[in-house]
Nanobody
Framework: QLQLVESGGGLVQSGGSLRLSCAAS????????IGWFRQAPGKEREGISC????????NYADSVRGRVVISRDNAKNTAYLDMSSLTPEDTGVYYC???????????????????WGQGTQVTISS
């Protein structure tokens, strides 16, 4: 079955940038839409972004729009999340997930994504 591994998290100062990667194995990433999610301490997991199988369509949560770019390189079996202008409110564990498609209401389908990585910690200092 498909396995996903996130990487690239760490400690970044407020205003900084970070690139997260989502590497797939056990399957080809181009068969799946990829979503990025995050969970802050004491908070529910929230959707950040989603990208279609070919990368032709992208979706962003209002909270990160303009500061986040989602992309994918299917030849490398990897998806990415580029973040900038980071603030302490962006602190949390970031996850990537795979499903058949994003859908126009992708942010409401958190429990429906078929595959999840273990997450990578992102900490933004003030």
């Amino acid at each position: 079955q498909l396995q996903l591994v996130e990487s690239g998290g760490g400690l970044v100062q407020s205003g900084g940038s970070l690139r997260l990667s989502c590497a797939a194995s056990g399957g080809t990433l181009d068969a799946y839409a990829i979503g990025w999610f995050r969970q802050a301490p004491g908070k529910e997991r929230e959707g950040i972004s989603c990208i279609s199988r070919t990368g032709g369509s992208t979706n962003y949560a209002d909270s990160v729009r303009g500061r986040v770019v989602i992309s994918r390189d299917n030849a490398k079996n990897t998806a990415y999340l580029d973040m900038s202008s980071l603030t302490p409110e962006d602190t949390g564990v970031y996850y990537c997930a795979a499903d058949q498609w994003c859908g126009s209401r992708w942010y409401l389908r958190i429990s429906e994504y078929d595959y999840w990585g273990q997450g990578t910690q992102v900490t933004i200092s003030s």
